[in-house]
């Protein structure tokens, strides 16, 4: 489970800000313990505040990390293709990036510093035993390995100054490395695509189609359960299919198949293409109609497209990264994804959601330790703040949030000003 990320010089981000998902009400069921840690984990997290205040570009930072330990080895070859504050002395300065998890109940601490020219430093820690050890660590050129991690030598030989150690560290067998980079790149994404180039972007329609293609039933049980983390059973279908009834669309089963078309190449040589066709059976009165997915209204299609990513992250138990959760859902299954992943019975791996949004609704479904503010301070640069620690002062956990929120109780909120409006209008001298 993710347990904090930390992120500074990126997009309209100057100074660190700390998005952190431990608990500050440890006795609510949906809390997660974690012995070795101390602390309980919190499985759902949103991120409120006025239009261009760097909501997304939080969830944007997580997602660029993601993308980088897995790209970089590829594609880093000229530039690092990171995005530093535009104004101040951002261009001046290194991007950095720290993120904290646990694994199997061990702590690890990942760290980077770069810009568009070169990684200037990188570090993997774990914590057996709550001491901190190093499992690599390099500055400059300089690369230093936990004894006994002979094995991860080779990293040195493919290392460049342009390239992050952690992607070419996890591709050698060494459990250490290979499973917190696995846990990392489990990360998924959906919303708006990121800004950056080779990013990745979850919730395509394909990402849901293969929960519901027919596969033989190895009797796997239904949510709770998740035993098995390979390819969806005939039970991963019938969830897939549950969920999407949940939203009470009037559908009743989806419909795949293939179609082979013809086309022409580049060189004039005919050939043939597969492409998978997906229709949502309708129910209506005795009759079940197949309609094509294009023909859904737009509200259909982003559940669909949800079904795939969320059960994903419920059988895996990794974070879900939702930017403008209200632009995409009705607040009825805002509430209703909210309430997957607090349930202990749903979400028995500890999966975690992370979103933004403007729906003020939605705060009286979440918890006052579950909302982070954003504002924009007079420089242009965003600031990320607990609501439970809200300006210094304890927020009561009893406190109504959306009246409080709405009434400008913790700030984060658009300051409207019609005089200039007015002006242009002629309306006022």
């Known amino acids: 489970m993710l347990i904090r990320f930390e992120v500074a010089n990126f997009r309209s981000v100057l100074d660190p800000v700390e998005l952190s998902m431990v608990a500050v009400d440890r006795d609510r069921v949906e809390a997660r313990p974690v012995p070795n840690l101390g602390e309980s984990l919190l499985p759902v997290v949103a991120i409120f505040g006025p239009n261009a205040s760097g909501k997304s570009n939080v969830i944007a930072a997580l997602t660029w990390l993601r993308s980088a330990v897995q790209l970089s080895l590829r594609y880093w070859d000229d530039e690092i293709p990171v995005e530093p504050f535009a104004f101040a002395d951002g261009g001046d300065r290194p991007s950095e990036f720290t993120i904290e998890s646990v694994i199997s109940g061990v702590r690890f601490e990942y760290v980077v510093e770069l810009d568009r020219q070169a990684v200037h430093y990188e570090a993997l820690f774990h914590y057996p035993e709550k001491k901190r050890r190093r499992i690599f660590e390099r500055e400059g050129g300089e690369f230093k ?23 070419i560290a996890r591709r050698f067998d060494e459990p250490l490395v290979s499973d917190f980079a696995r846990d990392l790149l489990a990360i998924q994404a959906i919303g708006p695509k990121p800004r950056i180039k080779y990013s ?108 795939g990513p969320v059960l994903d992250a419920l059988k895996a138990g990794s974070p879900l990264l939702f930017d403008e959760l209200d632009a995409s859902l009705h607040p009825t299954l805002s509430m209703q994804l909210i309430r997957l992943f607090h349930d202990p019975a749903t979400n028995p791996r500890g999966a975690q959601l992370i979103f933004t949004s403007h729906d003020t609704s939605l705060l009286n479904h979440l918890n006052r330790d579950e909302v982070w503010l954003t504002e924009k301070t007079e420089d242009g640069a965003t600031r990320l703040g607990a609501l439970a620690e809200f300006a210094g002062e304890r927020v009561r956990r009893s406190q109504n949030l959306e009246k409080a929120y709405l009434h400008g109780r913790f700030g984060a909120l658009p300051e409207v000003d019609r005089t200039e409006f007015l002006r242009a209008l002629g309306l006022i001298g």
Do not use: C, K
Not at 149 to 159: D, I, Q, V
Not at 210 to 229: A, I, K, V
């Open 145 to 167: 390995l936990q004894r006994g991690l002979g094995n991860l030598s080779g990293t040195r030989e493919l290392l460049t100054s342009r390239t992050l150690a952690l992607s």
């Open 200 to 307: 990745l972007h979850s919730g395509s329609p394909n990402s849901t189609i293969r929960w519901f293609e027919e596969t033989s039933d190895r009797g796997q049980p239904p949510l709770p359960g998740f035993e098995d983390l390979g390819a969806p059973s005939q039970a991963d279908r019938a969830q897939a299919l549950a969920l999407l009834r949940l939203a009470d669309l009037g559908i009743d089963d989806v419909m795949i198949d293939r179609r082979e078309l013809s086309y022409s190449g580049a060189d004039e040589m005919p050939g043939t293409l597969t492409q998978r066709r997906v229709r949502l059976v309708h129910r209506a009165a005795d009759e079940r109609v197949p309609l094509e997915f294009a023909a859904e209204s737009e509200g259909t299609r982003t559940w669909f497209r949800l079904i």
